[in-house]
């Protein structure tokens, strides 16, 4: 019968891969905590409304990539109402009218860590199911707050040993000012119409911002085309000035980068992405993000400021694993080996106690020979062995050092200490 594989565009997490994501979370979870943000978790899906009207129609998440869900099987509805969730945002900012979170004192600071669903052609970094640390703030007009996550995305890369990421800033404007920029670049592309590609053509009718990050675009074009940041009226030219002024205090290098425009309708004022060295496209970045001041009253709420990023945890753990970052060090790992076949509750019982005490344990639940199961235990990468024996009656073992092949007898309670002294000297 033939193999069954994975859906493309999904990735298999296997254990090789565990300690780099094991640090990748914890790192996550770490600064989340000492930035003074709370978790939050949405469900992977939503209704389909919630991104049409909170990402945009035209957007490529809603128009190109929405994985839409289907009711229950045999169901005939022909619209499916949900689909999985493209990015964490629009959900976040669901629950956060929904459960009246608007009204407390705020702002509100909170973090997600999960999948996201893009139904895009895949490719090396690019996949249908991946990966995001969410961090997002509603209910602070910034700057501050704008230069401290962009500070914060800076420190996650730099403690998972990707410490020369660059960051790359912009500030697209806001609703006062964002349609003359607009006219402006349409005004410039369209002579050009001939020369673009069919998706140029559609970004120019549909939201002529989008053309700037189109990598198929002639580099000479992009490059004399108007630029936001000549565009900004006075509140968001403070805005901007604020932010980077502020990086600048914090000692954060940044580049400015006129086609950062991030894909989705809500973006307001500034738009960061942070890339690995020697990467600048969009699909090789490791975080985007920036401000959706609309965004919180497109969903039905009242005027609110809001700003967050979104890290792609794959891309970092693939980054850390091409760097040889280190990943999460996980403890000793000690195996219970008997010198009879038919000890294996006495090994399963030492086991236990060893566990309660802290230690990582896997048993030999064989009736092999004990000489086969320390061979065993030495593949499996076992540090140490204790071998269970008749010194058992007197709440003692053996203790091996895998390492070097020395054992001796040792009471029960203190194999843990034992092996944790010798592998911090
Ligand atoms: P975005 O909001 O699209 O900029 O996504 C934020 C981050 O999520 C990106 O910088 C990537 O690191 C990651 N990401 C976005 N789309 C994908 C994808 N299709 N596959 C893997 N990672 C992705």
């Not at 675009?217 to 108007?226: E, F, I, K, M, R």
């Not at 086609?259 to 690995?276: A, C, W």
Request: charged share 25%.
């Amino acid at each position: 019968m033939p193999v069954i594989r994975a859906p493309r565009g999904t990735r298999d997490r296997l254990p090789e891969e565990a300690a780099a994501w094991a640090r990748a979370e914890a790192v996550a979870a770490d600064l989340a905590s000492r930035y003074g943000f709370e978790r939050i978790e949405t469900p992977l899906f939503e209704t389909t409304e919630l991104f049409v009207r909170g990402l945009g129609e035209g957007s490529d998440a809603v128009a190109k990539e929405m994985f839409r869900v289907g009711g229950a099987a045999g169901s005939e509805e022909e619209e499916p109402a949900w689909a999985l969730r493209p990015e964490p945002t629009a959900g976040i900012v669901r629950a956060y009218l929904e459960h009246g979170l608007h009204v407390r004192p705020g702002p509100l600071r909170v973090w997600m860590l999960g999948p996201m669903f893009r139904y895009d052609r895949p490719q090396a970094g690019r996949y249908r199911q991946f990966t995001q640390w969410d961090v997002e703030v509603i209910g602070d007009p910034g700057p501050a707050v704008d230069a401290e996550l962009i500070e914060l995305a800076s420190r996650f890369c730099t403690q998972v040993g990707l410490d020369d990421a660059s960051i790359h800033l912009n500030s697209i404007g806001d609703a006062a000012c964002r349609p003359a920029y607009r006219a402006a670049l349409t005004a410039y592309f369209a002579p050009h119409r001939n020369a673009l590609s069919e998706d140029g053509r559609r970004r120019l009718d549909t939201n002529p911002l989008r053309m700037l990050d189109d990598r198929t675009l002639d580099s000479g074009l992009a490059a004399a085309a108007p630029k936001s940041i000549d565009h900004l009226c006075d509140a968001c030219r403070d805005h901007f000035a604020g932010v980077s002024g502020l990086l600048d205090r914090l000692g954060i290098v940044y580049e400015l980068d006129h086609r950062l425009v991030r894909g989705l309708d809500y973006y307001t004022r500034t738009t960061f992405e942070l890339f690995p060295p020697g990467r600048t496209g969009s699909q090789d970045a490791l975080a985007g993000g920036g401000r959706y001041d609309g965004l919180v009253e497109v969903l039905g709420g009242p005027s609110t400021a809001g700003v967050g990023f979104g890290l792609g945890l794959d891309r970092v753990v693939l980054a850390m694993a091409q760097r040889g970052a280190p990943g999460e060090p996980s403890p000793a790992l000690v195996a219970v080996v008997g010198t009879q076949p038919s000890d294996v509750a006495e090994r399963l019982l030492v086991a236990g106690a060893l566990r309660e005490a802290g230690l990582r344990v896997r048993p030999d639940g064989s009736d092999r020979k004990l000489g086969r199961q320390l061979e065993a235990a030495a593949k499996l990468g076992a540090r140490w062995a204790v071998i269970v024996g008749e010194e058992l009656t007197r709440g003692a073992v053996v203790l091996r050092d895998l390492a070097d092949g020395s054992q001796r007898e040792i009471a029960l309670d203190e194999v843990s200490s034992a092996t944790r002294r010798n592998a911090d000297s």
